[in-house]
């Protein structure tokens, strides 16, 4: 099953009632009702707050008698970490580059 690319996982996580459902997920699953009872909103927007994480791959689900459970499934966020490694590495070489200038630039 193919990843998300980031741009989508990025959207999912763009809103913060997505990053607190995210968070709440990782302390373990959850049943929806547990999770939009932590909420202000109405369930049905908790519900499509889960449907968006859903789409992204960010959640998974899975059916307890008439519960739905929800887990975080962390695997989408390996894309979210390589696209970032591109950018970790060209800001630790532009750092380097900039100690290595100026300690070159102080007079001894």
Request: cysteine-free; proline content about 6%.
């Amino acid at each position: 099953m193919a990843q998300p690319q980031p741009d989508v996982i990025f959207r999912a996580l763009g809103d913060r009632t997505r990053l607190a459902i995210v968070a709440r997920l990782r302390a373990g699953e959850a049943a929806a009702g547990d999770i939009a009872a932590g909420f202000r909103v109405s369930r049905p927007a908790v519900s499509r707050h889960i449907r968006v994480l859903r789409a992204a791959k960010l959640v998974t689900e899975r059916r307890e008698g008439r519960n739905r459970v929800y887990a975080l499934n962390p695997e989408p966020l390996a894309a979210v970490d390589e696209w970032l490694s591109t950018y970790r590495r060209f800001w630790r070489a532009q750092l380097q580059s900039l100690k290595r200038y100026a300690e070159s630039s102080v007079p001894r």
